[in-house]
């Protein structure tokens, strides 16, 4: 089984950018669908964006035209550039098999505050 690697966290004002990056144990060419997750404070984790093995994306509506999702299957790694971050997107930030999820990783903890 895959395990994921995430990194890229940290304290961020609101507005400001950061990009996570999520290292696989294998061969990311054989995932169909990479995702990445995050779990608020006090929450349940969420789905944020989700990219396809030939590059199809998909975002949840509360991230869509700030985050950008991107893969790269000879590196193993999938990215996740955020832009114009708000207080909202603070959680530790996952990312996984969507269609065979692994035991979720460490995450890597985003804080947007000022």
């Known amino acids: 089984q895959v395990q994921f690697v995430e990194s890229g966290g940290g304290l961020v004002q609101p507005g400001g950018s950061l990009r996570l990056s999520c290292a696989a144990s294998?061969?990311?060419?054989?995932?169909?669908?990479m995702g990445w997750y995050r779990q608020p404070p006090g929450k349940e984790r969420e789905r944020v964006a989700l990219i396809g093995k030939r590059g199809h994306t998909d975002y949840a509506p509360s991230v869509k035209g700030r985050f950008t999702i991107s893969r790269d299957n000879v590196k193993n790694s999938v990215d996740l550039q955020m832009n114009n971050l708000q207080p909202e997107d603070t959680a530790v930030y996952y990312c996984n098999d969507v269609g065979r999820p692994s035991s979720w990783g460490q995450g890597t903890q985003v804080t947007v505050s000022s």
């Open positions: 294998g061969n990311m060419a054989d995932i169909y669908v």
